[in-house]
């Protein structure tokens, strides 16, 4: 008689949790959850987003910036309650150099680009209250489209 009434409670207590569970899984499915992201973005702070989302919907929502290093991280990866994401910044060398603030070494550093073609930049991007594009660098004594080609993937405003 023990074992019976041992039995009964073991089921009733499985199916109790088994209605409990289906319920919790069907209301989690229907919530956001929060989400804080930081580092390279645009809008650092707190997300409520679907259960669902990824990573790349996240950035999606925030913006990322010219620095942002995405190459080591999972973009379609689902997110997880009360996550904190930090974008890392690429490495020195892969940023993109700005011709409106580099230096005459940073500038130096452009395939190409010696120390009398950087004194060219510098004095041209002075003379004319920095550059409003990166086709303006074709001004610049020096800098053809050969050049110019060669050093748009590492430039930046």
Known sequence: MFKKIAVLL?????????????????????????????????????????????????LELCGITADADLSDLALNRTL????????????????????????????????????STARKILEYREQHHGFHSLEELKEVSGIGEAKYAKILPYISL
């Open 80 to 115: 997880s309650y009360k996550e904190v994401i930090v974008i890392p910044r690429k490495p020195e060398e892969e940023r993109p150099i700005s011709i409106n603030a580099a230096t005459l070494e940073e500038l130096m550093r452009l395939p190409g680009v010696g120390e």
């Open 10 to 58: 073991v089921l009733a207590v499985f199916l109790l949790l088994e209605t409990h569970q289906v319920r919790y899984g069907s209301f989690e499915k229907s919530v956001t959850i929060p989400v804080e992201i930081k580092g390279e973005v645009s809008k650092e702070g707190v997300y409520h987003v679907p259960r669902e989302a990824t990573l790349a919907d996240l």
